[in-house]
């Protein structure tokens, strides 16, 4: 199970950083990721991160403004979110995949939290 928290309201140009707690005690062998998607949109890859951590992956539309990491201990993820932008506007989505499938592939997970809000104003 993925609980995901953090979302709100920010002006352009603010940050937020969402979490999103694991249950199970297999959470070190999965690769995580974020998806978001946005009113009328599919839903799109944001950032994904390797099960010991050690690889990243990110959209090039966030690329130097978001920062993905891992606690496997806490069994939690992170997103960093900075310098945001209206763009960034949409419900975000933590999710699990089996750690040697593609992490930018919205097919490869197959356990999803509940998606938290993020709204930028501008």
């Known amino acids: 199970q993925l609980q995901a928290c953090g979302g709100g309201l920010v002006q352009a140009g603010g940050s937020l950083r969402l979490s999103c707690a694991a249950s199970?005690?297999?959470?070190?062998?999965?690769?995580m990721g974020w998806f978001r998607q946005a009113p009328g949109k599919e839903r799109e890859f944001v950032a994904g991160i390797s099960f010991g951590g050690s690889s990243t992956y990110y959209a090039d539309s966030v690329k130097g403004r978001f920062t993905m990491s891992r606690d496997n201990v806490k069994n939690t993820v992170h997103l960093q979110m900075n310098s945001l932008k209206p763009e960034d506007t949409a419900v975000y989505y933590c999710?699990?995949?089996?750690?040697?499938?593609?992490?930018?592939?919205?097919?490869?997970?197959?356990?999803w939290g509940q998606g938290t809000l993020v709204t930028v104003s501008s």
């Open positions: 999710a699990a995949r089996p750690w040697s499938t593609s992490p930018r592939d919205v097919s490869s997970y197959n356990y």
């Open positions: 199970g005690r297999t959470f070190a062998t999965y690769g």
